[in-house]
Every structure is written in structure tokens, then in C-alpha cells.
Nanobody, 127 residues
Framework: QVQLVETGGGLVQAGGSLRLSCDAS????????MGWFRQAPGKERGFVAA????????AYADSVKGRFTISRDNAKNTVLLQMNRLKPDDTALYYC????????????????????WGQGTQVTVSS
């Protein structure tokens, strides 16, 4: 049973920072590629960032490049999303996602690439 729990969301002013954390339950966390997605009210869920099982490959949505950083700690079964210079457009429910890598060291940017999802954590950026 794979469980993903996101924490770290909250209310922040534009220009501020937040760090989201996703704690994963699987014993073989290092075999999973991980991603972050977000969904704003009235919009479809969209890709934010992804990281390969080794951490050696990452991918970012154009809208967050240079502001967000994804990382992982395989010893702690955790993936982090450091969000800097936040904008009101970053307001959304942020989801953590996981998929088995099957040996491929890829960072997947499609939501249909992922098998497991967390419940989400709300990020609200005020102007």
C-alpha cells in the first residue's frame, strides 16, 4: 500500500517562500519517480516538477523554472518542493505523485504517468 502525505502548504505573501514535503510510505521509495502537480480552482491539474528515482534528473514546468526546486531524500522517504518568489498565480492545491521507475531514471511530467497520489496541500499566495 502506497501512501503519500503532503505538508507545508499555507498562506504567504507574494515574493515569499514555502517548502512542501511529501512523506511516502513505501519501503522501496528509491525505486519510485516522484512528481508535484497543482490544481487551481476552475482549472485542470497541471505539472509542476518531477524527479527521477536517483535524483539525477529533474523536470520543471516553464512557469516555475528558476523559482521552484524539487529534491528527494531516499533515506527519509521524502520529496521536497522548495518554492521561492511565489506569485498569486501559484495559488493552488499541490499534489505529490509517485510511480515505479522500473529501472528508468526519468523525471515524468505527465499526470497519467503516475499511479499514486496524495490528498494535496493548499498553497495560497496573496498579492
Amino acid at each position: 500500500q502506497v501512501q503519500l502525505v503532503e505538508t507545508g502548504g499555507g498562506l504567504v505573501q507574494a515574493g515569499g517562500s514555502l517548502r512542501l514535503s511529501c512523506d511516502a510510505s513505501m519501503r522501496t521509495f528509491s525505486r519510485y519517480s516522484m512528481g508535484w502537480f497543482r490544481q487551481a480552482p476552475g482549472k485542470e491539474r497541471g505539472f509542476v516538477a518531477a524527479i527521477s528515482w536517483s535524483g539525477g534528473r529533474t523536470a520543471y514546468a516553464d512557469s516555475v523554472k528558476g523559482r521552484f526546486t524539487i529534491s528527494r531524500d531516499n533515506a527519509k522517504n521524502t520529496v521536497l518542493l522548495q518554492m521561492n518568489r511565489l506569485k498569486p498565480d501559484d495559488t493552488a492545491l499541490y499534489y505529490c505523485a509517485a510511480r515505479e521507475s522500473y529501472g528508468n531514471d526519468n523525471a515524468y511530467d505527465g499526470q497519467y504517468d503516475y499511479y499514486y497520489w496524495g490528498q494535496g496541500t493548499q498553497v495560497t499566495v496573496s498579492s
